[in-house]
Every structure is written in structure tokens, then in C-alpha cells.
């Protein structure tokens, strides 16, 4: 395939992020469709490059003949739909984080493709293609930190949007932390548990702000989150794996140490996400996009958006009752 033409569905904060992404910084691929719900938005976003074409209707964006791949950044109850629909015309997506909202229609879009025969869908699980990610993957697979035995996470945000739920702090954010245990330690999450400490004074009424949740693995391994979503500080998002021979860590923002006036000494802490894992966003669209073209999927597919969903709804059902919840996942083939 020569050059690789994307439709990208839902040009909000993160679609119009990876429209010019794919238009200014991904080789072999070039965006030729946009379609938003919001039609302005749309023309806004498509206005700013040339040859990008505004579809209305986003399943008439994958029924396109001119769309080879398509990127679907639309809210996550969108997404099953779409996701099927690109199937149906056996076309090579990167779906945003979740890929479906319930398990079981996540489990149905891991079925469909794998009636196709062969893997079309990448999963937005952008850690993976983080340097330091990936760094930490390696040195857990070289052996020199021994056997992994805990993983601690911290996930915190300055902010967050006033419609944020104590739910979505496990759907949104957790998430994230879910593929990322599965990723650094190569198999599922079979329980979660979920406590709620003192809520801080800064949180809005009702959000159980800071959570902390833990994850039981299938070898009896754990892993916990500390989950912070109203710190007022920055974006700072943690991981440390310990081992039998030592322990390891990513996440400090170690960049430049810039000295000041007021005689203090230190680091920049990114501002949010979109800074943190910039580098990251731009590896996994140009990892896609490159196995798009040879006709396969070379990151996180429909099963490790599964996985992450079933775990997620035993969170949530955890927060609900208080109680250790079991993650219900079906075989890996049908
Ligand atoms: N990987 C990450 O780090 C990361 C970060 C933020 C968001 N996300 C995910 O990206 C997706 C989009 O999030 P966002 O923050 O950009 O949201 P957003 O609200 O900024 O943008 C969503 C856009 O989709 C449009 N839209 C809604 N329904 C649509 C439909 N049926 N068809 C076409 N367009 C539709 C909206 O008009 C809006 O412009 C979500 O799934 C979210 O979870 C991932």
C-alpha cells in the first residue's frame, strides 16, 4: 500500500490531537476524512489542512472509498459500533481507550475480528509506547531485577472536569494502570479491590478523591494504585515494580534541573497528559500506521481492550459494594 488514508472520527480533544499528528508528524499516512457530531467542529478542525475532507455522518466516513484505516476518538459508548462497522469493512483502526464500555460488548468486537481471521484493531493504550514504559518492560524482561513481585502506581491530576465521577475514576484514569500491570507483567488481573481513605476537603462533594485500588494477579502477584484526581500540583503519574533483586522506577519528570532565583534547585512536573505522553502518542500512531500498511496490528489489540474493560466493571462493582470483586474473563478463543 502506498500511502496509508485516514478517517478520523470524534475531533475533540484527542481526534484533533491525532489529526495533526497524523498530518504533520506520521509517515505513510495521511488524513483525508474527518466527521464529528459537531459539524462545526468539524469544518473548524478540517479548515486547517489541506485536502481534508468533512464527512457528516462518521459511518458514512468508514464506508468512505477513499479511507484505508480509520481513527475513532468519539466518546467510548460510541465506540462499539463504530469499531464493528470498521470490521464489517475489514479496515485497520486505532480505537481510543476503551474500546467498548461494558465487557460484554468488548468480548463481542474481540469475537468479530477473530471470526476475520487476523488482527485489525489497536487499542489507544499509549503508556506501551512510552520510552520509559518501555524501558521498564525491558528490564523486567532481562531478568536483573528478578522475579517481579509488586507493582506500586500513582495516577494524579491537577484537576479534573466537574462531571467527573468516583466511577469514572476507574473507566478513565484506572484504566490506564490496568494495561499497564497486564503489559509490565504478562498476564491478567484477576481481582480488584477498592478503598476510599478520607476524602480531601478539595475534592468536589461526593468524589471518593484519593482511592486506592488493588489489583490480584493470576500468579497471586499485586499491584496498587493510588488514584488522586484534585491534587492542584501537576500531572504526575508513577510506577515502581519491585523485584526479588531490586526495584525500579518510572515517572519523575527527571528532564532538566533548572536552578532559581529563590535558591531552589529542581524539575518542571508536566502540566497534563497530553505533555507527559506526547512522545508516546506520536510513537503508537506511527507504530499503527506502519503495521496498518503490512496488514496486521503491532500494539495493544482487542483483547487487551477486553481484558481492561472486564476489570474495570469489577472495579466499579467493587467501589459499589466494598467487597474484593473476581474479574470475570471468557476464554481467549471462542
Ligand atoms: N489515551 C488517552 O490518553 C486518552 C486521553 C483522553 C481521552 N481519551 C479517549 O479519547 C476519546 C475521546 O476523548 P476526548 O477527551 O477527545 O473527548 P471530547 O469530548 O473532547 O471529544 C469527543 C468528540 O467526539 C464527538 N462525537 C461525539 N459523539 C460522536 C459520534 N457519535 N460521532 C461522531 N462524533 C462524535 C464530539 O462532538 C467531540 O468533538 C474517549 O474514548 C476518551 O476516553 C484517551
Not at 468486537?109 to 481471521?117: C, I, S
Not at 484534585?230 to 504526575?236: C, F, I, K, R
Request: charge should be negative; aromatic fraction near 4%.
Amino acid at each position: 500500500m502506498q500511502e496509508l488514508r485516514v478517517a478520523v472520527l470524534g475531533v475533540g480533544l484527542m481526534g484533533a490531537d491525532h489529526l495533526r499528528r497524523l498530518a504533520a508528524r506520521t509517515s505513510g499516512a495521511r488524513p483525508v476524512v474527518v466527521a464529528d457530531a459537531f459539524a462545526d467542529r468539524a469544518r473548524e478542525v478540517a479548515g486547517e489542512l489541506p485536502g481534508v475532507r468533512v464527512v457528516e455522518d462518521p459511518f458514512d466516513a468508514i464506508a468512505d472509498p477513499e479511507v484505508d484505516a480509520v481513527v475513532i476518538a468519539t466518546p467510548g459508548a460510541t465506540h462499539e459500533e463504530l469499531v464493528l462497522a470498521c470490521l464489517e469493512r475489514e479496515l485497520p483502526v486505532l480505537c481510543e481507550k476503551p474500546l467498548t464500555t461494558e465487557a460484554d460488548t468488548s468480548l463481542a468486537v474481540v469475537r468479530a475480528e477473530q471470526a476475520l481471521g487476523r488482527p485489525l484493531v489497536q487499542v489507544g493504550f499509549m503508556r506501551r509506547f512510552d520510552p520509559e514504559y518501555a524501558s521498564l518492560r525491558e528490564l523486567i524482561a532481562s531478568g536483573d531485577l528478578g522475579r517481579p513481585l509488586l507493582v506500586h502506581c500513582a495516577h494524579r491530576n491537577p484537576a479534573v472536569p466537574a462531571h467527573f465521577t468516583s466511577e469514572m475514576m476507574i473507566t478513565d484514569s484506572v484504566v490506564h494502570e490496568v494495561d499497564v500491570a497486564r503489559f509490565l507483567l504478562g498476564e491478567e488481573v484477576t481481582a480488584v479491590t477498592v478503598l476510599t481513605p478520607a476524602a480531601s476537603r478539595d475534592a468536589p462533594a461526593g468524589l471518593a478523591d484519593p482511592m486506592v485500588v488493588l489489583f490480584e494477579t493470576g500468579s497471586g502477584r499485586l499491584v496498587d494504585v493510588e488514584l488522586f484526581v484534585t491534587t492542584g500540583v501537576a500531572y504526575e503519574v508513577r510506577t515502581e515494580v519491585v523485584g526479588e533483586r531490586g526495584t525500579a522506577m518510572i515517572g519523575l519528570d527527571t528532564g532538566v534541573v533548572r536552578s532559581s532565583g529563590d535558591g531552589r534547585r529542581g524539575q518542571v512536573i508536566t502540566p497534563g497528559f497530553r505533555e507527559r505522553f506526547a512522545q508516546a502518542y506520536d510513537i503508537e500512531v506511527q507504530r499503527w500506521a506502519d503495521a496498518a500498511r503490512r496488514g496486521t496490528v503491532d500494539g495493544p489489540g482487542t483483547w487487551d481492550g477486553y481484558a481492561a474493560t472486564a476489570v474495570c466493571t469489577a472495579g466499579v462493582e467493587a467501589l459499589r459494594t466494598g467487597r474484593r470483586t473476581e474479574v470475570r474473563l471468557a476464554p481467549r478463543e471462542a
